[in-house]
């Protein structure tokens, strides 16, 4: 079993998606019957990055905002970048110390912030009617 990592500003901590697979070569114009059955997947809660065994463990706590230090030091056992990096909500594969707050802030049990995903303009504003 392989093991993927999904993100981006629309994926949020603590939700459910359905996932389906197809294949590349027939993306473009996939039909229904092209994808796979689909998943019930969660993700993870807000700000849970490590546990006692390094792995999330559903609590947010001291060890979670180490665990983010600790990959901010780059210690070798520290929890992965891909768990660590909370901040932005696109990740940068960087760890900093905008990281470490928002550890910090999950663990005060602040609310998730979701970042404001802009609406793209048409391409061709001209093509709008009034």
Known sequence: MNLVYVFGA???PEGTYQ????DLACHAAAAEQDFSVALTMPTGRWGDVSGPDRQPDGAVNFTDIGGVVDRFKQIT???AT???DLYPALPDQK???SDIG???EAFKELPYHPPVVPICAPANEESIAP
């Open 77 to 79: 056992d520290a929890p």
């Open 10 to 12: 629309e994926i949020v």
């Open 95 to 97: 760890i900093n110390f």
């Open 82 to 84: 891909v768990l660590a």
């Open 102 to 104: 928002r550890c910090v």
């Open 19 to 22: 996932v389906q697979s197809v």
